[in-house]
């Protein structure tokens, strides 16, 4: 697609449920980026894809927090057990390559836990 | 966690102001970037710079590379209304691994009055 597509744009859930977020990267970037965005703070960083490459899940909060990548394309970030401290905007970003230099950001995800 | 103080946290200016913002790290960073970002949108990507002592414009906006690599600047001249927004600066260097993943700043919140 022309950008970075993510859904839902807003999720509202109950705590203790599960939620799937789901990333659409520019087609044939090969690396992409989730992060978190708390309110009034900067962007965390949850884990990163590389081509065929293991994900670095270095940021990972939590193990309810997990994340994959099919066929090199779609990402989904699964939490699970959701906590209220899981609310917040959850961005991806996408790259022609890794490497030094700017990102396409996704709109983000909006979750509310409640 | 963050590496990455960016300040001010927050400017309150008139339209025609110019505006001042920048970043320290205690790391040196192999890049710098400078991003905007819009109430319920992802952060876009303004200026990149990528050698020590680099100055760069991207219209009324100028950005610098600090000399020790730790630290950059963000300049805005004759500001206007649409300038309004959340500016992060992103540090980027390879890790040991080899991905590249930036350390985000935590923001500068800019509201410029007509």
């Known amino acids: 697609g022309a950008g970075v597509s993510q859904s839902p744009s807003n999720k509202v859930t109950e705590k203790g449920k599960d939620v799937e977020l789901r990333c659409d990267p520019i087609s044939g970037h090969t690396a992409l980026y989730w992060y978190r965005q708390s309110l009034g703070q900067g962007l965390e960083f949850l884990i990163y894809f590389q081509g065929n490459s293991a994900p670095d899940k270095s940021g990972l909060p939590s193990d309810r927090f997990s994340a994959e990548r099919t066929g090199g394309s779609v990402s989904t970030l699964t939490i699970q057990r959701t906590q209220q401290e899981d609310s917040a905007v959850y961005l991806c970003?996408?790259?022609?390559?890794?490497?030094?230099?700017?990102?396409?950001f996704g709109s983000g995800t909006r979750l509310t836990v409640v | 966690g963050q590496q990455l103080n960016q300040s001010p946290q927050s400017m309150f200016i008139q339209e025609g102001e110019d505006v001042s913002m920048n970043c320290t790290s205690s790391s040196i960073f192999n890049t710098w970037l400078w991003y905007k970002q819009e109430p319920g949108e992802g952060p876009v990507l303004l200026i990149a710079?990528?050698?020590?002592?680099e100055l760069t414009s991207n219209g009324r906006l100028t950005a610098q590379f600090g000399i020790t690599r730790k630290d950059s600047f963000l300049n805005i001249s004759a500001s206007i209304p649409s300038d309004v927004g959340i500016y992060f600066c992103a540090g980027h260097r390879r890790r040991s691994g080899g991905s590249y993943i930036p350390t985000f700043g935590r923001g500068t919140s800019l509201i410029v009055h007509p």
């Open positions: 970003a996408s790259s022609l390559v890794a490497g030094p230099g700017g990102y396409t």
């Open positions: 710079l990528y050698k020590a002592g």
